[in-house]
């Protein structure tokens, strides 16, 4: 399964619209572009995947460029309850378990 | 989805003991996993539960520190045995349908907090 680097953590406002990048390089052509939330003492939150160009749902939208090398969680509006661990990962296919990296501590401030 | 609760939430045990955490699920699954995730921390996978066979552990994980059950296709079982401090930290099940429009999308529990004094 292909690494994928991200921001430690980010800061953010109320309101704002917030974009956390990833790198995952190495991916291969059987890998999907995943990401999860976790708030404090909660397990972690599927909040959507992608394998190319743009995915939106009632949460999140996730850009994908043509090389597939990076990707984008764009948050719209965050809120208070928005502060979590954002964890970018890529999945196959054809592998049932996932591996977690460090994640974007992301904190949204009033 | 699926509504997954463990059993106990959390548990502070003395070393050289051993814990077993429980996973249910209210629906039958196909995959079910144990993470471990230490204060602060990432989550690392510690082993795949395979129904009516021997879990699949990860690299840095053995059966006789990790035992795991799963004899069917709602439960799975942990046992954390001869505990020691560096054994604190959150266990957390999770189960995947294989089904569905996305791939590997796992359910969590809440999470087992184990402190091993």
């Known amino acids: 399964l292909a690494k994928t680097t991200q921001p430690i953590s980010m800061d953010s406002y109320e309101g704002q619209e917030v974009n956390i990048t990833c790198s995952h390089n190495?991916?291969?052509?059987?890998?999907?572009i995943t990401w999860y939330q976790q708030f404090p003492s909660q397990g972690p939150r599927f909040i959507i995947q992608?394998?190319?160009t743009k995915v939106t749902n009632e949460v999140a939208s996730l850009f994908i460029p043509a090389d597939r090398k990076s990707s984008t969680l764009s948050l719209p509006r965050v809120s208070l309850s928005d502060t979590a661990v954002y964890y970018c990962?890529?999945?196959?296919?054809?592998?049932?378990?996932?591996?977690f990296g460090k994640g974007t501590r992301l904190h949204i401030l009033p | 989805s699926a509504v997954i609760s463990q059993k106990p939430s959390r548990d502070i045990c003395q070393r050289g003991t051993s814990l077993t955490i429980q996973c249910q699920v209210d629906?039958?699954?196909?995959?079910m996993f144990w993470y471990r995730q230490q204060p602060g921390q990432s989550l690392t996978l510690i082993a795949t539960?395979?129904?009516?066979?021997?879990?699949?552990?990860e690299s840095g994980f053995v059966i006789d520190k990790f035992p795991i059950s799963r004899p069917n296709l709602t439960f799975s079982t942990l046992t954390v045995s001869n505990m020691s401090p560096e054994d604190s930290s959150i266990y957390l099940c999770?189960?995947?349908f294989g089904s569905g429009a996305s791939y590997n999308e796992q359910f969590f529990g809440p999470g087992t907090r184990l402190t091993v004094l």
């Open positions: 992608g394998y190319k």
């Open positions: 539960a395979n129904q009516g066979s021997e879990a699949t552990y």
């Open positions: 629906s039958q699954v196909t995959m």
């Open positions: 190495n991916i291969a052509t059987n890998d999907y």
């Open positions: 999770s189960v995947e």
């Open positions: 990962l890529v999945v196959s296919n054809r592998d049932d378990k996932i591996i």
